[in-house]
């Protein structure tokens, strides 16, 4: 995804009011944009609170910030200055971040970030947006990035191999079944792309985590008893979303990243199945899940 | 001058005055950059454009929002505000609350508070201009306290990087700073880190003046000493005590006979 970031920033680069703001990675990728347009294109360094405040300021006079970083340092670090200079003062942002939830297993427990969503989803009017893979992030960044509103979007190394028509604000649905309905996000649907057309589940695919589609989600929740979720980072809010605009009861089962620090290195696949979040794992639950009447 | 003195005298007591009435605000702070902020709207803005909300307006950005009312009381001077609105300050639906709110005050820039929010804010505002081609200077009063913030040394660093010569930024040197952490040679360190720094006396309009029409290329800070509390004796001498208490009706009567 991050190489299509760059494609992406680099086709709307011609609008003389967006700045590009790097803190201090993937300068390489940007290269040639920083020398065609060095005055918007800028690797700003390593100090991210201001720059959050920086591209506020830019902001406030009609430029379009697009930030980017890595999520525990923009996110998690600068929650304050993204919340205060964007969100109460409602100007329009781009934060992009790499290093998903533990995508920089290797580098250790102060490079993940998969308290990202939960903090962004904590800041009114904040728009989230989770694509699945390159293509996703292209079309999702293109239609929303000048929207007026501030925007997250999370860049992932897993990617699905799906190709939904996907659009800013709307979930799909795209599988239907009677026993159950799967909720996933974005790259997620990754774990389960390989087996899920065996059962008879539906399955709600979400890429705008805010705004969220709760016209289809209900359409689809209100004829389920059993909502399966899997998000790969600190389980959301999204049962309590469900649950708030369903006219029924429904039993909420999650896949999500348990809320603990991940003090293992190696590869990401590896802290996959140390932490349970993997294909076989899930599909044996979605199985049991299915043939049980509680 | 003595009518300058007079207003400023006056624009005091209207700060004490709304203080007493909300039993809110941070008067000391307010009072040590009313000077700062009176020069500014008073020489360096033009009022007609900030009434407008002109994208070619002059900004002032300010970083220590707890100082609001300074800037509320020579706004309502300038006529930008009005009175009857402002004397709602800090009630339920007021516009005005003890920090500044850019969503609903007409010439407040930046919804400050937090410290070392609005210096950073500024520099973006600043080089927004440069991109844009825009001349008018953006303006940041910034406290000593305020120093004690990561941002203010990072966007330090940011604004002398992109030369950012239309960026003036006035540091409120109330010596707030001085209980926790002694910042020392607050010019050597700016200096330091690329900005042209001038020191002068911050109550001294004249001063005020001169150093603000100081051309550099390089980004401009205005060390401004001044007194927590300044014009009203008992906050001069007890700042601390004073932060952030409440006026009571006998300290308005004194502070009407001194400044009245």
Known sequence: MRKQFAKTVEKIFYRRNVVLILGDIGVHSFGKLMQKYP????????????????????????????????????????????????????????????????????LGCTHHCP???????????????????????????????????????????????????????????????????????????????????????NVIYITT??????????????????????????????????????????????????????????TTKEIDKQIGFHEKLIEKKIIKLMSSNK | MSKKINILNQLRYRICELAFVAQEGHVPSSLSILDIVYVLYNNFVNLESIKKNSLLKENIILSKGHGCMAQYVVLEEKKILKKKELNTFAQFNSKFGGHPDSKKI??????????????????????????????????????????????IWETSLIASHHKLNNLICLLDNNLSSKRAIDLK??????????????EINGHSNTELIKAINTKNKKPLMIICNTIKGNGIDFMEKNPNEWHHKKIEKSDLIKIKEKLL
């Open chain 1, 39 to 106: 005055k918007r294109a800028i690797n700003i360094g390593i100090l991210e609170q201001s720059s959050i405040s920086f591209a506020a300021g830019l902001a406030k006079l009609g430029i379009i910030p697009i930030i980017h970083t890595i999520a525990p340092f923009m996110v998690s670090r600068c929650f304050e200055q993204i919340k205060v200079d964007f969100g109460y003062q409602q100007l329009m942002g781009n934060f992009v971040s790499v290093g998903a939830s533990y995508d920089y297993s290797k």
């Open chain 2, 185 to 198: 040679n607050l010019s050597k360190k700016f200096s330091s880190f690329g900005w042209h720094t001038i």
């Open chain 1, 209 to 266: 985590l805010a705004p969220l589609d709760k016209k289809l989600i209900k359409k689809i929740c209100n004829n389920t008893d059993k909502v399966i979720i899997i998000e790969q980072y600190y389980q959301s809010s999204l049962n309590n979303e469900i649950s708030n605009i369903v006219d029924k009861k429904i039993k909420f089962y999650n896949f999500s990243i348990p809320v603990k620090f991940i003090s293992n290195y190696g």
């Open chain 2, 106 to 151: 007409l010439g407040i820039d930046a919804s400050t508070g937090s410290l070392g929010h609005g210096f950073p804010f500024a520099a973006g505002i600043a080089y927004a201009k440069k991109i844009k081609k825009i001349k008018s200077k953006v303006y940041c009063i910034i406290g000593d306290g305020e120093c004690n913030e990561g941002t």
């Open chain 1, 115 to 201: 308290e990202d969503i939960n903090l962004m989803k904590n800041i009114p009017n904040m728009q989230i947006i989770i694509p699945g893979n390159s293509y996703e992030f292209d079309k999702l960044f293109i239609s929303t990035y000048k929207n007026k509103f501030p925007t997250y979007f999370r860049l992932n190394e897993r990617e699905n191999c799906q190709k939904i028509r996907i659009k800013f604000g709307k979930a799909n649905i795209i599988q239907k079944g009677k026993k159950a309905t799967i909720v996933v996000v974005g790259p997620a649907l990754s774990f389960i792309e390989n087996f899920i057309k065996k059962y008879d589940v």
